[in-house]
């Protein structure tokens, strides 16, 4: 089975989804991750950029993702972008892997390239194509999915979660590649918080530790 998860920015993939998808490693099925935007060199310096993707690329290998496609849109600016370039790109990534199963962003973060980025794949995996995409579900990202206004139009609901208590350590291991972007707790984007929160979303459904995902569709067949 091929597994796509599409981030809006490198580490959204780990924050959200890194212990399911060490999860459908170590089951044998292909893990995809498509980046969809990387930092302006206006706005970030080069040798910050080159140091994250270089993070991202070291924490994939280590989960055993089997490609990493860099879209290389502009982070921040993405509102900035025609939204028909970044359908298109998006969808040739699915075009391309075939995936059954694909991880969104959830539309209702703060961060406006999420929404974008959840929009553009969900034109990506409409079931009118030949290949048909059997399940979609949107991941939470700490910092971006809580800290939105709180509305009943954005709120993430999960009704989907994935037991990953033999998988925390891989999603800490894997997240700690990302020096650039981890900070102390409190702040959520801390080991401390990505174990906390895997813990709360564990105790939901009685286990150690947990993923939680909103299912978007599932095509039974």
Not at 8 to 18: K, T, W
Not at 88 to 101: H, L, Q, R, T, W
Not at 134 to 163: A, G, K, M, Q, R
Request: include cysteine; proline fraction near 5%.
């Amino acid at each position: 089975m091929n597994v796509l998860v599409v981030a809006p920015h490198a580490d959204d993939e780990i924050l959200g989804v890194g212990g399911t998808i060490a999860k459908y490693v170590e089951e044998g099925h292909n893990v995809y991750v498509c980046v969809v935007t990387s930092g302006h060199p206006s706005m970030f310096p080069k040798d910050v950029l080159e140091k994250l993707r270089a993070e991202a690329i070291e924490s994939h290998k280590f989960l055993g993702i089997i490609d990493t496609i860099f879209l290389e849109f502009p982070a921040v600016m993405l509102s900035e972008i025609p939204k028909h370039e970044i359908n298109a790109k998006i969808n040739s990534v699915i075009d391309e892997i075939k995936p059954e199963v694909v991880f969104i962003p959830h539309y209702g973060d703060m961060h406006l390239d999420h929404y974008i980025v959840s929009q553009s794949t969900m034109v990506g995996v409409r079931p009118i194509k030949e290949h048909k995409i059997l399940e979609v579900y949107s991941y939470e990202t700490l910092s971006e999915t809580e800290w939105n206004v709180p509305h009943v139009s954005n709120v993430f609901i999960p009704n989907t979660y994935v037991d990953i208590a033999t998988y925390l350590d891989k999603k800490i291991e894997a997240m700690s590649y990302f020096t650039t972007q981890l900070t102390d707790f409190p702040h959520p984007r801390s080991l401390e918080a990505i174990e906390s929160l895997a813990k709360l979303r564990g105790s939901t459904i009685g286990v150690r530790a947990a993923e939680a995902f909103c299912l978007v569709r599932r095509i039974v067949i």
